[in-house]
């Protein structure tokens, strides 16, 4: 037999088993050791007879921001964690095709033919119940209450910064930035990013510090921990959605659709809670009872997808509260 057949022969039975590739770009935590990522990859893989391959970027903002700057040249089928704030411009740079996956039963309302929800949160702020022993009830009360020091994020680099700075605007539109002023000297530090300030809190530097209503429910579960509470504001909360999408010059769409469609099952929302540490989209109050016990539902705001124009004006808001 020819030498050069043999080979071909011999690689054949490999080449068979070679298994389809479907490639997710997605924020560094999703796919950490203590993230939801390594559980669905086994989840999915299990099903799907493909190999699911991660990468990875800090922030939902670098990753937007590295598909656009190299028009996806690294070839990613999903774009997996971008937030509200973000789908806007997402559209505008025409980077993600449509989609028809079905979102009809969801824990939220949802209708985008681009983007399939995955998780969401509310913007609270967080303290020690055994430092504070009586919260505020409400931005307002938190404004009369001099004494009470605060730690945020900065707008224009961190999704819960931005977070803050739409939930004021939701609820004191063009009094924002005499409300920022109201605050002004009870923040005690602007972090870049949450997990800077929100160590910080823990280090006892403030009294309270910006972060999601399920946040107390990560120190219970897994620290054992009670004492940290998310305060309830009577105006309500801001929320926060995280999406994905499948990218415009994905390789495998075929094999994107399906990620899509299982991302809305028990085999992928399961993992969320205890994992992203965020509502899954699925109703799944039974089978996740602890953690809803720990970071109960707030009452919720309208949900907002802002323009570039509105989230510049959410940061020119507290900017001006800086300079003044």
């Known amino acids: 037999m020819n030498f050069k057949i043999l080979i071909i022969t011999l690689l054949l039975p490999f080449s068979a088993l070679a298994k389809e590739e479907l490639k997710i770009f997605t924020y560094g935590s999703f796919n950490s050791d203590w993230g939801p990522g390594p559980n669905i990859e086994k989840e999915f893989e299990s099903i799907c007879n493909c190999d699911l391959i991660w990468n990875t970027a800090d922030s939902s903002g670098a990753l937007l921001s590295r598909v656009k700057l190299t028009n996806n040249k690294e070839g990613y089928d999903i774009l997996l964690g971008l937030d509200d704030s973000l789908v806007d411009e997402a559209k505008k740079n025409d980077l993600f095709i449509k989609h028809s996956v079905q979102t009809d039963g969801l824990d939220i309302d949802w209708n985008d033919e681009y983007f399939t929800p995955f998780d969401y949160g509310y913007f609270s702020f967080i303290y020690d119940s055994d430092k504070l022993i009586q919260p505020p009830m409400s931005f307002k009360e938190l404004a009369e209450r001099n004494e009470i020091s605060i730690i945020i994020m900065d707008p224009r680099y961190s999704t819960p910064g931005l977070g803050l700075a739409k939930w ?47 946040s107390p429910a990560y120190h219970s579960l897994v620290e054992g921990s009670s004492q940290y509470k998310s305060l309830k504001f009577e105006e309500g909360h801001a929320s926060q959605i995280e999406v994905m999408g499948i990218l415009n010059n994905a390789s495998n769409l075929d094999l994107a659709k399906s990620f899509l469609e299982f991302s809305l099952t028990d085999g992928f929302q399961q993992y969320i809670p205890q994992g992203n540490w965020m509502y899954p989209v699925l109703n799944l109050k039974e089978s996740q009872k602890e953690f809803y016990d720990a970071a109960p539902l707030p009452v919720s705001l309208d949900q907002v997808f802002p323009s570039s124009e509105e989230k510049d004006s959410w940061i020119a808001s507290w900017e001006k509260s800086i300079i003044e």
């Open 168 to 214: 004021i605007n939701q609820i004191y539109k063009d009094e924002a930035s005499n409300f920022w002023n109201k605050i002004q000297d009870q923040i005690v530090i602007t972090s870049k990013s949450w997990s800077d300030g929100y160590g910080l809190f823990l280090e006892g530097e403030s009294d309270l510090v910006l972060s999601y209503t399920t």
